[in-house]
Nanobody, 121 residues
């Protein structure tokens, strides 16, 4: 299983970025997809998840209304659109896959390499 995240970079407060995670080695449509982030010196935290068909999503409270997760099962890809970015959003963002419930932030089985998002004040 390979999960490759991309799209990170340096952005000013209030700016936007779109992260992409390309998956291979799995039957993509069978899996719940999630995004996580880890800020310097902090533990990894859940950001967002999406169910297999892409019609249901779940977000941590701090990103609700600013971030949008979506997926394209034909392209084996999951996206994270991040708007109104804040310095507190600075972190390495990674995607992960799991079976089971999309509203449960635990149980992720495979993880990809992350992409760094830096939000300047």
């Amino acid at each position: 299983v390979q999960l490759q995240a991309s799209g990170g970079g340096l952005v000013q407060t209030g700016g936007s970025l779109r992260l992409t995670c390309a998956a291979s080695g799995i039957t993509f449509s069978n899996y719940v997809m999630g995004w996580f982030r880890q800020a310097p010196g902090k533990e990894r935290e859940f950001v967002a998840s999406i169910n297999r068909s892409g019609d249901s999503t779940y977000y941590t409270d701090s990103v609700k209304g600013r971030f949008t997760i979506s997926r394209d099962n034909a392209k084996n890809t999951v996206y994270l659109q991040m708007n109104s970015l804040k310095p507190a959003d600075t972190a390495v963002y990674s995607c992960a896959v799991k079976l089971g419930s999309f509203w449960d932030a635990t149980g992720y089985k495979y993880w990809g390499q992350g992409t760094l998002v830096t939000v300047s004040s």
